[in-house]
């Protein structure tokens, strides 16, 4: 909970930069905790905030930095999934701001999405994201993350192909087990999409622009399937 010392500093904030969105830190100083307002350096300041790294650092210096502040002009305190991405990958709280209004809400590292009906966020929220998800919650392993560039498929990139071994996995051409990894070509010139068996026939997939789900593996998925993956520990 935030006390009424921090909510109205980041009230103040939030009035000062409207209608461009505000962007802070909190920290801990001695025993208090304060909000430090940073500028908004973001080209899109009205929809999008870019807290300078300088700005960070001079936080730092203060005290413990405890959690990102930002607000929404004009809407309501509803995390998008650019929001959830960006906090996953600071570690950190955030806390956003509804102005006017003064609604917040908090998010948390922890807030990860569910493993179906998750917005598309490449680069996290994608295709191998669900693979990654899934593995950690349903298997407990933890999954290497790889980077990656939007339409790196258009690139002769090839990251599927090139990283399977050096996540754990090795092509196989048995019967489909639950917790398999099917990779797929999509409407591209090499394998760019990726499920994962469910067994009964069902597979997991995010599709790109669109929400997590389960459908039947057969047909056009089929099809498209040009290899299956098991983890080395199913061998």
Not at 100 to 128: K, M, N
Request: hydrophobic letters at 35%; glycine letters at 10%.
């Amino acid at each position: 909970m935030l006390s009424k010392r921090l909510i109205t500093a980041i009230e103040r904030h939030a009035a000062q930069e409207y209608p461009n969105e505000c962007c802070g830190l909190i920290v801990r100083a001695t025993r208090q905790r304060r909000y430090v307002p940073c500028a908004n350096t973001h080209q899109e300041p009205a929809q999008h905030f870019r807290l300078a790294p300088e700005e960070w650092t001079a936080a730092e210096d203060v005290g413990e930095v405890l959690a990102v502040v930002h607000s929404h002009p004009d809407a309501g305190p509803h995390a998008s999934a650019q929001d959830r991405q960006a906090c996953q990958e600071s570690g950190l709280p955030w806390v956003i701001m509804g102005w006017p209004g003064g609604e917040y809400t908090t998010i948390t590292p922890a807030d990860r999405p569910p493993l179906i009906g998750r917005p598309f966020v490449h680069g996290s929220w994608d295709c191998y994201g669900l693979v990654r998800d899934w593995y950690q919650q349903e298997r407990g392993i933890e999954l290497p993350d790889f980077e990656r560039a939007d339409n790196w498929w258009t690139r002769g990139e090839n990251l599927y192909v090139r990283h399977y071994a050096d996540a754990g996995f090795y092509s196989h051409a048995d019967q489909l087990q639950p917790g398999d990894v099917i990779l797929m070509q999509w409407r591209a010139t090499e394998i760019n999409h990726a499920g994962i068996y469910l067994g009964d026939g069902k597979m997991l997939h995010h599709m790109y622009g669109q929400q997590s789900g389960v459908v039947p593996y057969g047909g056009a998925w089929r099809d498209r399937t040009m290899l299956t993956l098991r983890y080395r520990d199913g061998e």
